[in-house]
């Protein structure tokens, strides 16, 4: 059971950054399509963006296509989360999970997750 450690959450102001990053245990970690969802209170996990194992291939949600980006470090085992330009809607716990089969969109799709980072961002 390979095991997801997210860091780098904190609060922030309206239009502000932070960087999320996320670092796996597993020495196969470079092999695998990597995810970051979020969850904000009384809501559904939601999925926010997605890498392949080669770092060739991204897609985001349409909430934030534009202001995040994900990228990975396969060297360091390491997965990142770039937010730019936040809004209050942004608020959430921010998980990084291991995708294992089927659409990258869903959370069934993913087998092992982080415990989160919380992100606030205040208006």
């Known amino acids: 059971q390979v095991l997801l450690v997210e860091s780098g959450g904190g609060l922030v102001q309206a239009g502000g950054s932070l960087r999320l990053s996320c670092v796996g245990t597993?020495?196969?970690?470079?092999?695998?399509?990597m995810g970051w969802f979020r969850q904000a209170p009384g809501k559904k996990r939601e999925f926010v963006a997605v890498i392949s194992w080669t770092g060739g291939f991204t897609d985001y949600a349409d909430s934030v296509k534009g202001r995040f980006t994900i990228s990975r470090d396969n060297a360091m085992n390491s997965v990142y989360l770039q937010l730019n330009r936040l809004k209050p809607e942004d608020t959430a716990v921010y998980h990084c999970a291991r995708h294992g089969s089927g659409n990258y969109y869903n959370t069934g799709s993913y087998d092992s997750w982080g415990q989160g980072t919380q992100v606030t961002v205040s208006s």
């Open positions: 597993e020495r196969t970690f470079s092999s695998y399509t």
